[in-house]
């Protein structure tokens, strides 16, 4: 069925280290995957996203990968700041429907 | 430009009532979405329209949950007899066209939904 997990569930790094966010999915059909951040009370905010054609991006201090045979995607962070705690939450859109499936978050947590 | 808006923050709703969420999306999108997100979790995705076409409601959970957006803007969730179970966070999306190949989904703030 429709799935994307996520690991880990929390992660806490020093600040001015990388943190790394996993996620797996089911439809090997996929071809959209977006990476939100959310902050507490907030709306999720679109902050990366890859295409099933792109096996890389990157966006100053953030960059995603994707393996599709494999059917992963990870999302980097380098140069952790305060702000960049938040949850932050992967998805893949189905392209059998038009939904876009999320993952169960990651709550991060940047130690001064 | 404006982004997604949604009314009310806030809803405080007795068991048995009837609530509607109403969603304004940013202008010229042409899919909608709902999702419900419970504490701690992911949105879980509810249903989606295609201009005034609902073309996906899988994700609905039961009969109560009813949808719409009868002139391809505005749209509007309602619950009907509230339960318990039903208290989240109601999140709105809305995205240029999947046909266009926009896929790239933004929120509102969403409603965070208390049912007592």
């Known amino acids: 069925g429709e799935n994307v997990e996520q690991h880990p569930s929390t992660l806490s790094v020093q600040e001015g280290d990388s943190a790394v966010i996993k996620c797996t999915y089911s439809?090997?059909?996929?071809?959209?995957f977006p990476w939100y951040k959310q902050e507490l009370g907030k709306r999720p905010q679109l902050i990366i996203d890859?295409?099933?054609?792109?096996g890389e991006k990157k966006d100053q201090r953030i960059a995603v990968t994707l393996n599709k045979t494999a059917k992963h995607f990870s999302l980097h962070i380098t140069e952790t700041q305060p702000e960049d705690s938040a949850v932050y939450f992967c998805?893949?859109?189905?392209?059998?429907?038009?939904?876009?499936?999320f993952g169960s978050g990651t709550r991060l947590s940047i130690r001064p | 430009g404006a982004g997604v808006s949604q009314s009310p923050r806030y809803k405080v709703a007795k068991r048995g009532q009837d609530v509607a969420l109403r969603c304004d999306p940013i202008?010229?999108?042409?899919?909608l979405f709902w999702y419900q997100q419970a504490l701690g979790q992911g949105p879980e995705f509810l249903t989606y329209?295609?201009?005034?076409?609902?073309?996906?409601k899988s994700g609905l959970p039961s009969d109560r949950f009813f949808a719409e957006r009868p002139e391809g803007s505005v749209s509007t969730l309602k619950i009907q007899r509230t339960q318990q179970e039903d208290s989240a966070v109601y999140l709105c999306?809305?995205?240029?066209?999947?046909?266009?190949?926009?896929?790239?989904?933004?929120f509102g703030p969403g409603t965070r939904l208390t049912v007592t």
């Open positions: 329209f295609q201009n005034e076409a609902q073309l996906d």
């Open positions: 999306a809305s995205s240029l066209a999947r046909l266009a190949g926009s896929y790239e989904q933004y």
């Open positions: 202008s010229g999108h042409v899919s």
């Open positions: 439809d090997s059909a996929s071809n959209y």
């Open positions: 890859i295409r099933s054609n792109v």
């Open positions: 998805a893949a859109l189905y392209s059998s429907a038009s939904k876009i499936i």
